[in-house]
């Protein structure tokens, strides 16, 4: 993993940015000043947005950087669903007017974007969409969308708000006004409570259809790979606070007249968790230099190595932060259950963020089929 010099400054100016706004901060959860802090210095949510729609034009790489730090500290953002997820779906669509309507707003932080995908089971099933839509009965008309998908990322609060929805020729994306009376966001409330999710229901909400040279599946897929790598550069970057903040705890907790961390039994432990910590971020960054290399789809639907790459990072991150946070738990001992230590906030990330875009077996099903079939 050898980062340039740009991406590593990159790093150090988020790790620093969070740092000095935690230490003003009144209180842990959503903060819109530290958003519009990370986009106005920063510019992250533009990161992997072409310079003409208002970006700067950098990529997945850098992308990963700023999840891999904000897993660390579990910082609510609406980065994940707003500039990967949503703007990356945009992107693939190729359409080019509603992405140069919509993208420098959501590139420069003053607009959050929420892509309603999926029914309540959660698959992130590209061939599926939680949406029915009518075709207009004229030219003049729009589309009607009608439905109800759960585990919208920001959805309660965005302002664009982008729909996956079956059409008689296949699914397809739509753009939906959030502020029509057919349009229903509700915020829901999850084990972990640093992810913002919410269920949209629309009742013969009024879309636009987007206009693109690919079918929908196809950004939906694209989206689906973009957002399950910047998932896992935030699992992996929670999972190594994890394990730091253990080791520290290990050598200052004295049992038996000696820091615990002394004991050999907890050294293999933690070295065995240090070995997988690792092994996960490799694979992840592994996954974003793939994606950086812009990978044209394969014919028939074949499964590129950008999709399995994503499928293997997001089940290997997911084990590697479910297994750092339970650890933690446990040598930390009878404070890693209360509500006070953050021990707790790291095991509910880890759980809730292995359900996001798909469960681990999904993904590890879908790596085993390649194999199998190649």
């Known amino acids: 993993m050898d980062l340039t010099s740009e991406q590593r400054d990159l790093r150090d100016a988020v790790r620093g940015l969070l740092a000095r706004h935690a230490t003003a901060a009144r209180a842990p959860g959503d903060d819109p000043l530290l958003w519009q802090r990370l986009c106005g210095e920063i510019g992250v949510a533009g990161l992997a947005i072409p310079e003409r729609y208002g970006g700067t034009g950098a990529g997945p790489v850098e992308t990963h950087i700023v999840m891999e730090e904000l897993g ?10 707003c500039a990967v997820l949503a703007a990356q779906a945009l992107l693939a669509s190729g359409d080019g007017a509603a992405c140069q309507r919509l993208l420098p707003a959501i ?3 003053t607009a959050i974007a929420a892509l309603a995908w999926t029914d309540e089971s959660g698959g992130w099933d590209p061939g599926k969409a939680a ?5 207009p009965a004229s030219p003049a008309e729009r ?24 059409t008689p020729d296949g699914v397809a994306l739509f753009e939906v006004d959030p502020g029509q ?12 409570t640093t992810r913002r999710l919410a269920v949209v229901r629309l009742d013969g909400a009024e879309a636009r259809r987007l206009v693109s040279g690919t079918d929908g599946q196809q950004a939906l897929s694209r989206a689906r ?24 705890y290990t050598k ?9 961390g002394s004991f050999q039994a907890l050294q293999h432990r933690m070295a065995d968790l240090h070995v997988l910590v690792e092994s ?8 974003a230099f793939a994606a950086d290399d812009g990978e044209p789809a394969q014919p028939g639907g074949e499964p590129t190595r950008l999709t399995l790459l994503a499928a293997a990072a997001k089940a290997h991150c997911s084990h590697a932060l479910t297994r750092a946070a339970a650890e933690m738990i446990q040598m930390h001992g009878a404070i890693g259950i209360t509500w006070e230590h953050d021990a707790h906030r790291y095991f509910k990330r880890a759980h809730g963020a292995a359900q996001l875009f798909g469960r681990p077996d999904e993904h590890i099903a879908r790596v085993a089929a390649a194999l199998i079939d190649g």
């Open 131 to 135: 949406f029915g839509a009518i075709p």
């Open 225 to 248: 790979d973009l957002a399950c790598i910047a998932l896992s550069a935030e699992q992996a970057g929670a999972a190594q606070r994890a394990l730091e903040l253990t080791v520290g």
């Open 280 to 287: 996960a971020r490799s694979l992840c960054y592994a996954a």
């Open 143 to 166: 589309w009607t969308l009608t439905g109800e998908a759960h585990y919208v990322l920001d959805g309660d609060v965005a302002d664009v708000l982008l729909a996956a929805a079956r």
């Open 72 to 81: 660390r500290g579990l910082t609510p953002s609406p980065m994940l669903g």
């Open 107 to 109: 590139a420069g932080g």
């Open 181 to 192: 009376d057919a349009v229903t966001r509700r915020a829901v409330t999850a084990m972990d």
């Open 252 to 260: 200052v907790r004295v049992q038996f007249g000696r820091p615990i």
